[in-house]
């Protein structure tokens, strides 16, 4: 006979099943499954940007040029790279001077008339305004 109180085996493994599906769906609804990513407009990005020492010319081509003043690299001397900005990924291939090709890539978080920033997946933040 069962007590009051007492559980009995069936209702235990139901009751046990209803405890780890609610675990489950607890934790899941903490996690982003999908992960939305922003789409920016590409033609914001032409234009000739700067941020502290670092120079990048973006063209509407889908070419551009960087440099670093503070390795007494002039505009002159600048690297060219070629771009693509899909979605919020933006990548870069520079081309070097002995031939062969770097491509980097980068998350997008922000693109505005007056700001670009975006980021790496090594840690490294951008934030560039608009000079001309």
């Known amino acids: 006979m069962n007590r009051l109180g007492h559980i009995g085996k069936e209702n235990r493994r139901k009751l046990t099943f209803g405890v780890i599906l609610c675990a489950t769906m607890l934790l899941m609804a903490g996690c982003d499954l999908f992960p939305r990513k922003e789409k920016f407009d590409k033609t914001l990005l032409p234009g000739y940007w700067v941020t502290g020492t670092i120079h990048e010319y973006y063209n509407e081509a889908g070419t551009g040029y960087t440099w670093d003043t503070a390795d007494d690299v002039t505009e002159e001397e600048a690297q060219p790279f070629t771009w693509t900005?899909?979605?919020a990924t933006l990548t870069?291939?520079?081309?070097?001077?002995m031939g062969g090709n770097i491509?980097?890539?980068y998350t997008v978080t922000k693109l505005n008339a007056t700001t670009l920033e975006y980021h790496d997946d090594y840690g490294k933040y951008y934030t560039f305004t608009r000079e001309k």
């Not at 870069?92 to 001077?97: D, K, L, N």
């Open 92 to 97: 870069q291939i520079h081309q070097m001077e």
């Open 85 to 87: 900005l899909e979605k």
């Open 103 to 105: 491509p980097k890539t």
